[in-house]
C-alpha cells in the first residue's frame, strides 16, 4: 500500500494550491483520510480529516479557507488550499486509515510528504 501526494509548490501571500493524494495497492477499506502538516522546528500537525462518509473537520487556523474532499471510488483525498499565508509553510502529508484486508486491524498509512512553500 501507498500513498502518493503531489501538488506542492511556491506560491504568494493570498495564492491558491491544491493537494492531492491516492491510495494504491490491495485494500479492503478505508476509513478517515487526512492532511497533515509539518513546519520547521514544528511538530507534525492535523489540518483536516474527512470521515467516509464526508464529515469533515480543520485545525481552527485553516477554518473558511482550506477544503478536504475525497472520492472513495478513486481512493483519492484533496486538499484545496486557498488565501495561503506565510505560516502555512510547511512539508504536508497525507494520511489514509485503512484495512488491507478483512480481518485485520486499522492501520495508519503515510505520503511521503509534499512541500508547500507561501512567500512574497
Do not use: H
Not at 522546528?41 to 474527512?50: I, Y
Not at 502529508?93 to 484486508?101: F, H, I, Q, V, W
Amino acid at each position: 500500500v501507498q500513498l502518493q501526494a503531489s501538488g506542492g509548490g511556491s506560491v504568494q501571500p493570498g495564492g491558491s494550491l491544491r493537494l492531492s493524494c491516492v491510495v494504491t495497492g490491495s485494500i479492503f477499506s478505508i476509513d478517515d483520510m487526512a492532511w497533515y502538516r509539518q513546519a520547521p522546528g514544528k511538530e507534525r500537525e492535523l489540518v483536516a480529516r474527512v470521515s467516509t462518509g464526508g464529515v469533515t473537520s480543520y485545525a481552527d487556523s485553516v477554518k473558511g479557507r482550506f477544503t478536504i474532499s475525497r472520492n472513495n471510488a478513486k481512493n483519492t483525498v484533496d486538499l484545496q488550499m486557498n488565501s495561503l499565508k506565510p505560516e502555512d509553510t510547511a512539508v504536508y502529508y497525507c494520511n489514509a486509515d485503512l484495512r488491507r484486508r478483512l480481518f485485520d486491524s486499522r492501520t495508519d498509512y503515510w505520503g511521503q510528504g509534499t512541500l508547500v512553500t507561501v512567500s512574497s
